[in-house]
């Protein structure tokens, strides 16, 4: 995991980067070369907007859009975000992206996994007195 800060109008916040997200960064790259940077922008842009997708069934986790600059194609058609966002403690969790084209939804399965992984992450938060 890697940390890094993003500041939004009003609220600076940690972007935890995870493993996953790293991996499928790294491949997306190819697509859109500056793709984690229009992923802060996107997300900056959501979180002063107030415009967040939560999925049901996960735990929590928020389904952003990130346009594609390099191929002229914007947010509803460019790539999909997974991240979970923790307003107190002012952590954003980066699970995942990929391009819409290639994947239009999660399966149940994937939802499962966000769900339990949100679980894992907020029981981590109260070991450590926190709250998520």
């Given at each position: ?34 793709l ?21 069934g ?13 191929r ?23 699970h ?37």
């Amino acid at each position: 995991m890697s940390l890094e800060a993003l500041q939004t109008a009003d609220v600076p916040y940690n972007l935890i980067r995870l493993p996953l997200y790293d991996r499928a960064l790294k491949t997306l790259g190819r697509l859109e070369p500056k793709l984690h940077d229009e992923v802060r922008k996107s997300i900056k842009q959501d979180l002063e907007s107030g415009d967040l997708d939560e999925i049901r069934g996960t735990g929590g986790w928020i389904k952003g859009r990130v346009a594609s600059p390099s191929r002229n194609i914007g947010k509803s058609g460019g790539f999909r975000l997974i991240y979970l966002l923790f307003r107190v403690q002012q952590d954003i969790y980066l699970h995942t992206i990929y391009d819409h084209h290639s994947k239009s939804d999660l399966t149940q399965s994937e939802k499962r996994e966000l769900k339990a992984a949100a679980e894992a992450i907020k029981r981590a938060y109260a070991a450590k007195g926190r709250r998520p």
